[in-house]
């Protein structure tokens, strides 16, 4: 039924901040206090009391990670990116910060004795020690109350509650809430039921995938020492091309992004009745920085609103009365700036207010883009790189597909690929096995698609997860707002998007799963579809995310009612999904015992939630790739408090630069399964 799936979604949250780490220290979330500073988000967990208040959670647009834990009491835990006042919002759907100890199993409500199936059962060997994992289902469905029990070598043995996995209404089984540690290998366990059902398996190992080759004498890894910025990618990627240059080609993909640039703004007087928003018609980095506006007093009785520009500087005289009182309305000064030709700005209400107060005089407000970023940060719109790897780059060659930071506060994406890049290349000389590797594979490695986003990130706002384009209207785009702008571009495919009416993406353009106004809005996902409709050869794909711990492929979404899924491949190319898994995560395994769970193993609708609209999805209908995604950054094992602690997106550089190890290992290893693929 379900022996491919992974874990339950389950929204948890334990209020963290990110980890600041790279090579410029980052912004904060949030500057100081102001009537123009955004709100400090923050990294929690959330906790939801059931599926039903999950699918709201979705539903809602809220920025969740892929880091979903079901809980033995029926709730659900994820983590998320909110800001006090949207967790304040998402408390009406029933979201609350996460309890620090792990909820006890319900009392079963099962009636007569029911059947139960164990549709896996494997241990594996971690950091930690031996874990075990188990999925079953029974005939009851989700209102059935199971346990497990195992029994392994030297009397070693154990019990825990498993937990229910509903999505959209639909039972799909029972698993534990986590792989439970064991004191050694279990060999049998038993899960049993409330009802009195009863079933019992050997447990297998996990991931029991093929191997991955030993690496030669002399091989050389280990190219990463930092967190990249855009501008550093490039050059890495530039620099390998200089050096290697029989083996690379770099293609320059031919959309240009928008750039890490906005419109200069300024928020003037008292939101919300008594404010205007200015914002420049020019970029900020274009002159837009240069301006200035100034409320004036004329000093004398019953005179007109008047504006005059002079150069850089906006002066609005405001109308007075018979005493010399300002009466001008926050209302009739945007109208007035707006009707002034050469002001070079425009000018709202705040938030959609009437502006029915009266504005006060005010000093030159000297209108900003906020961002931070050095001078030597290019704000003009970007070149996506692309670096082609292979020995016969002539289309001959079955294509593998990298490409990492669709989301740009995922700081260790980047460094797999190029990390697995500089051991393709370094070791081509001197390993046959990645000799044989560039003979048989034509590899593209896109380090970051949305350059913007990770520059905005890096310097202003590290918890960024879209792209730097803002769709929102005027009442939505005043300076406090910022970090809410931009279009999630793992959102923005066209294949089950929330346009043909899919679920888990948002049409609110300040949600951190917005859509985009139209599929392929974005030049960043237009950039990937280009790649494969450009070279067809391309076979594999691989979109590298964080964090997490999942290694996912289609189907990605499904239509809400009915929980309608894209069509599931043929069993066959099912099983070849799982089968080419298993030697990937073995290749992870290999580097320091990190173990991809069996449960976050599988479809992204069986294994975690429904995701309208991304890229996987398109290059598997629309072009037979066969697309995966990687959630880098496994939960890591914690003795001392004997639970699974999350990473985060930007965890400190020494986790950072393990992960980056362990997955480029498994990016080479997908590799070498399209160096073994025949066309069927």
Not at 303 to 322: E, F, H, I
Request: proline content about 7%.
């Amino acid at each position: 039924m379900r022996a491919a799936r992974a874990s339950a979604v389950v929204l948890m949250m334990v209020l963290t901040t990110f980890a600041a780490a790279g090579p410029a220290a980052p912004a904060s979330s949030a500057l100081a206090s102001g009537p123009t500073d955004p709100e400090p988000a923050s990294l929690v967990t959330l906790a939801v009391p059931d599926q039903a208040a999950f699918d709201r959670l979705v539903a809602s647009g809220a920025d969740l990670t892929e880091r979903v834990r079901p809980q033995p009491d029926g709730s659900i835990q994820v983590d998320a990116v909110v800001t006090p006042g949207q967790l304040d919002g998402l408390r009406s759907l029933g979201a609350t910060l996460a309890p620090g100890a792990p909820p006890q199993a319900r009392p079963g409500t099962t009636a007569g004795k029911d059947q139960i199936v164990i549709e896996r059962a494997v241990w594996f060997r971690s950091r930690g020690g031996y874990f075990l994992s188990v999925e079953a289902s029974s005939n009851v469905g989700q209102a059935a109350t199971l346990s497990v029990t195992w029994k392994g070598a030297r009397e070693s043995h154990g019990q825990a509650p498993m937990v229910a996995y509903v999505d959209a209404g639909a039972y799909l089984g029972h698993q534990l809430s986590a792989p439970v540690p064991a004191d050694g290998r279990p060999r049998w366990v038993t899960v049993t039921s409330a009802g009195g059902g009863k079933a019992e398996a050997r447990v297998k190992e996990w991931p029991d995938g093929e191997r991955p080759d030993r690496e030669g004498h002399g091989y050389q890894r280990d190219f990463v020492t930092q967190y990249m910025t855009p501008a550093q990618l490039d050059e890495r990627v530039k620099s390998l091309h200089r050096r290697y240059p029989r083996l690379t080609e770099i293609i320059t993909l031919p959309y240009r992004t928008n750039g890490y640039r906005r419109q200069a703004q300024a928020l003037i007087g008292a939101p919300p009745a008594a404010a205007v928003v200015v914002t420049s018609a020019a970029y900020g980095s274009e002159g837009g920085n240069d301006l200035s506006v100034e409320l004036a007093a004329p000093g004398a009785p019953d005179r007109p609103l008047r504006v005059n520009v002079d150069g850089k500087l906006v002066t609005v005289s405001l109308a007075t009365d018979g005493s010399g009182t300002p009466v001008s309305t926050a209302a009739q000064v945007a109208a007035a700036i707006n009707t002034t030709e050469g002001a070079g700005l425009t000018a709202t209400t705040y938030r959609d207010d009437a502006g029915s107060g009266v504005m006060a005089p005010a000093p030159p407000a000297r209108l900003s883009d906020f961002l931070q970023a050095p001078a030597d940060v290019s704000r003009e719109p970007a070149r996506v790189l692309a670096l082609r790897i292979g020995a016969h780059r002539d289309g001959s060659r079955t294509g593998v597909l990298a490409y990492a930071q669709e989301h740009a506060r995922e700081w260790v994406t980047p460094l797999v690929t190029i990390e697995a890049a500089e051991r393709l290349l370094r070791n081509h000389a001197r390993d046959k096995a990645t000799r044989r590797l560039l003979e048989r594979t034509d590899v593209f490695i896109v380090p970051t698609v949305n350059p913007d986003g990770a520059n905005y990130s890096f310097y202003d706002f590290n918890a960024q997860r879209k792209n730097m384009t803002n769709h929102c209207p005027a009442a939505q785009s005043d300076p406090a707002s910022r970090n809410t702008w931009g279009v999630d571009v793992n959102r923005n495919y066209a294949v089950g998007s929330l346009h043909d009416g899919y679920f888990g993406a948002s049409a609110n353009c300040q949600s951190g799963t917005y859509a985009g106004p139209a599929e392929h809005s974005e030049p960043e996902s237009r950039n990937v579809i280009w790649l494969a409709r450009t070279y067809p050869n391309i076979r594999f794909a691989l979109n590298v995310h964080s964090y997490g711990g999942y290694f996912m492929w289609p189907p990605g979404a499904y239509k809400l009612d009915g929980r309608v899924t894209l069509p599931r491949p043929s069993e066959q190319d099912l099983a070849y999904f799982l089968r080419s898994a298993r030697t990937i995560e073995e290749a992870i395994a290999a580097e320091r015992g990190t173990v991809t769970w069996p449960q976050q193993t599988g479809p992204v609708t069986d294994v975690l939630y429904s995701a309208a609209g991304n890229s996987a999805d398109e290059l598997w209908y629309d072009h037979g790739v066969y697309g995966w995604d990687f959630e880098v950054g496994a939960d890591l094992w914690n003795p001392g408090t004997r639970r699974w602690e999350g990473v985060g997106f930007q965890p400190p550089f020494s986790e950072g630069h393990a992960e980056a190890m362990e997955f480029a290992s498994g990016l080479i290893a997908l590799v070498g399964v399209a160096a073994d693929y025949r066309e069927r």
